[in-house]
């Protein structure tokens, strides 16, 4: 009880709830909300759909947009505010911890969206004295939604605090009502769906083990709010600091590594899950990588405090040390997760109906190659340009990425306008296009049925072999050359000694 009085007493929260609860304000919110949901179950009355989901997905759809995009956006911009009005470099200097400070904008700011959705329960309850779906659904089902808004919460917190000045987290709700505004549909009928299917399959599967749907999400979506407020405290805590430490950022791959793969576990369709998760966990330590990678000024501050300590560079480590060893470590990860896939969960090639049965030995050194010379790109290109590295990596990963893409399909398209039945086999445009990892992955583990396969692997691997040497070299001339321009050259002992002495 004292622990929970402690945090009752959160400065922000009190605020928050002082702010957003006056009833000025919070009965009409209520009061539309209710007339919003009573329209729903009228329509649902009317065309005799109490019996099935549309009532009960209808409902879900305002919970969801009420408590989870509302309250995202009132996240966002709280501290969006606060940043814009300094009074968060005043809760820093204050003796309040960081994650006091990250929970109270995170359970403050949508107080009002919770009563609002609290007003909706009472509906929820209608449709399930109706008989569909079940008492045990209906809390699955309104669980599942409150851990995703939570989820949600977290994601806007952080990025709101990422950026320069308070309108980052107004244009990152900006884009992410647009992404629901464009999702709309599939979010509506996928509420529909889990309305009628609730009951009919209240187990989900988490690799071998039968759990119900509510305590899958939690295991999904718990951990995904866990990370978020992990960086989100790390942000708060300092301005500058990184969103991830570098053994948060592998953690949080290994967790990702474990979630994929028992997700993917108990699928029996025809796909190839080692791609997927594959292409996955690149996609998510290309992310990482950037969270942990620090720029030329951290850099230098970090070999300047190693001299000070008797030390030639900062600690790998550390926020200011070089990515390598922590890419290293994410490349593993990569490597071992893609590869127990490729033995344990893949079950497309026992019965796939192309000639060449898929193999992913390749595949896999390839992804690992393309993310070891990312992270090295990315770090090379932040020593070298400062502020300005993270826009030369993506004019590199354009270039080297998407170009190859382009070109391949121009060249395929070209060669079906002008292909006759005695027509050779068109080689080259696959062979451009493996040079974009983006295809190259998926074709060198002979998906497709590519003319002159080995010609299209080899344009896979050597571009990802070459550029990680390289900038694994490059990495290692910039560090050098900045440790020289920082930490000064001790003088030749001969000139010390040649130097008259001199006795005061």
Same mark, same amino acid.
């Given at each position: 009880?004292?622990?929970?009085?402690?945090?009752?007493?959160n400065?922000?929260?009190v605020?928050h709830?002082? %702010?957003?609860?006056?009833?000025?304000?919070?009965?009409?919110?209520? $009061?539309?909300?209710?007339v919003?949901? %009573?329209?729903?179950?009228?329509?649902?009355y009317?065309?005799?759909?109490?019996?099935?989901?549309?009532?009960?997905?209808?409902?879900?759809?305002?919970?969801?947009?009420?408590?989870?995009?509302?309250?995202? %956006?009132?996240?966002? /911009?709280?501290?969006?505010?606060?940043?814009?009005?300094?009074i968060?470099?005043?809760?820093?200097?204050?003796?309040?911890?960081?994650? %006091?400070e990250?929970?109270?904008?995170?359970?403050?700011?949508?107080?009002?969206?919770?009563l609002?959705?609290?007003?909706?329960?009472?509906?929820?309850?209608?449709c !399930?004295?109706?008989?569909?779906?079940?008492?045990?659904?209906t809390?699955?089902?309104?669980?599942?939604?409150?851990?995703?808004?939570?989820?949600?919460?977290?994601?806007?917190?952080?990025?709101?605090?990422?950026?320069?000045?308070?309108?980052?987290?107004?244009?990152?709700?900006?884009?992410?009502?647009?992404?629901l505004?464009?999702?709309?549909?599939?979010?509506?009928?996928?509420?529909? $769906?889990?309305?009628?299917?609730?009951?009919?399959?209240?187990?989900?599967?988490?690799?071998e083990?039968?759990?119900?749907w509510?305590?899958?999400?939690?295991?999904?979506?718990?951990?995904?709010?866990?990370?978020?407020?992990?960086?989100?405290?790390?942000?708060?805590?300092?301005?500058r600091?990184?969103p991830?430490?570098?053994?948060?950022?592998?953690?949080?791959?290994?967790?990702?590594?474990?979630?994929?793969?028992?997700?993917?576990?108990?699928?029996?369709?025809?796909?190839?899950?080692?791609?997927?998760?594959?292409?996955?966990?690149?996609?998510?330590?290309?992310?990482?990588?950037?969270?942990?990678?620090?720029?030329?000024?951290?850099f230098?501050?970090?070999?300047?405090?190693?001299?000070?300590?008797?030390?030639?560079?900062? /600690?790998?480590?550390?926020?200011?040390?070089?990515?390598?060893?922590?890419?290293?470590c994410?490349?593993?990860?990569?490597?071992?997760a893609?590869?127990?896939?490729?033995?344990?969960?893949d079950?497309?090639?026992?019965?796939?109906?192309e000639?060449l049965?898929?193999?992913?030995s390749?595949?896999?050194?390839?992804?690992?190659?393309?993310?070891?010379?990312?992270?090295?790109?990315?770090?090379?290109?932040?020593?070298?340009?400062?502020?300005?590295?993270?826009t030369?990596?993506?004019?590199?990963?354009?270039?080297?990425?998407?170009?190859?893409?382009?070109l391949?399909?121009?060249?395929?398209? !070209?060669?079906?306008?002008?292909?006759t039945?005695? /027509?050779?086999?068109?080689?080259?445009?696959?062979?451009?296009?493996?040079?974009?990892?983006?295809?190259?992955?998926?074709?060198? !583990?002979?998906i497709?049925n590519?003319?002159?396969?080995?010609?299209?692997r080899?344009?896979?691997?050597?571009?990802?072999?070459?550029?990680?040497?390289?900038?694994?070299?490059?990495?290692? !001339?910039?560090?050098?050359?900045?440790?020289?321009?920082?930490?000064?050259e001790?003088e030749?002992?001969d000139?010390?000694?040649?130097?008259?002495?001199?006795?005061s």
């Amino acid at each position: 009880m004292n622990r929970l009085a402690v945090w009752l007493d959160n400065p922000i929260l009190v605020k928050h709830a002082r %702010s957003r609860l006056r009833l000025i304000h919070l009965l009409p919110s209520v $009061a539309v909300v209710m007339v919003l949901a %009573s329209c729903v179950l009228l329509l649902a009355y009317q065309y005799n759909a109490m019996n099935g989901g549309q009532a009960f997905g209808g409902l879900l759809t305002l919970q969801f947009v009420v408590l989870a995009v509302m309250g995202a %956006s009132q996240v966002s /911009s709280s501290v969006g505010k606060a940043r814009e009005s300094g009074i968060l470099d005043f809760h820093r200097a204050s003796p309040m911890p960081p994650i %006091s400070e990250a929970l109270g904008f995170l359970f403050g700011a949508p107080l009002r969206e919770y009563l609002m959705f609290a007003a909706t329960l009472p509906f929820t309850l209608v449709c !399930s004295w109706k008989g569909y779906p079940s008492w045990s659904g209906t809390f699955q089902l309104i669980g599942s939604l409150v851990l995703g808004a939570w989820a949600l919460h977290a994601m806007a917190l952080l990025n709101s605090l990422s950026g320069k000045g308070g309108k980052a987290g107004n244009r990152g709700i900006i884009g992410l009502v647009l992404l629901l505004i464009f999702t709309s549909t599939a979010i509506v009928y996928g509420f529909f $769906a889990a309305a009628d299917g609730i009951d009919l399959y209240p187990m989900g599967h988490f690799f071998e083990v039968q759990l119900p749907w509510l305590v899958v999400m939690a295991i999904y979506l718990l951990p995904t709010a866990g990370f978020f407020l992990v960086a989100s405290t790390r942000r708060l805590a300092s301005e500058r600091a990184h969103p991830l430490s570098k053994p948060q950022a592998i953690a949080a791959l290994a967790t990702i590594s474990v979630l994929l793969t028992g997700g993917l576990w108990t699928i029996e369709e025809d796909f190839y899950a080692t791609l997927t998760v594959l292409y996955g966990l690149i996609l998510a330590s290309m992310i990482l990588i950037s969270a942990v990678t620090p720029g030329r000024d951290e850099f230098i501050k970090g070999v300047r405090k190693a001299v000070k300590e008797g030390r030639k560079y900062p /600690s790998a480590w550390s926020d200011r040390g070089l990515n390598r060893l922590s890419l290293f470590c994410l490349c593993g990860l990569v490597l071992v997760a893609s590869t127990f896939a490729s033995k344990f969960l893949d079950r497309s090639a026992a019965w796939t109906n192309e000639p060449l049965q898929p193999s992913y030995s390749l595949p896999i050194a390839i992804g690992v190659l393309v993310l070891a010379y990312y992270g090295l790109a990315l770090q090379y290109f932040q020593l070298r340009f400062g502020k300005h590295g993270a826009t030369f990596t993506a004019l590199f990963l354009l270039v080297v990425w998407l170009l190859p893409l382009g070109l391949g399909a121009i060249g395929a398209a !070209s060669y079906s306008q002008t292909r006759t039945p005695d /027509s050779p086999p068109d080689f080259w445009s696959p062979t451009i296009a493996s040079l974009s990892p983006i295809f190259g992955i998926t074709v060198s !583990s002979s998906i497709g049925n590519v003319p002159s396969l080995d010609r299209a692997r080899f344009a896979a691997i050597m571009p990802a072999l070459i550029f990680a040497l390289l900038f694994n070299n490059l990495v290692t !001339s910039i560090r050098r050359r900045i440790e020289k321009e920082v930490v000064p050259e001790p003088e030749p002992i001969d000139a010390l000694l040649a130097e008259p002495l001199t006795v005061s």
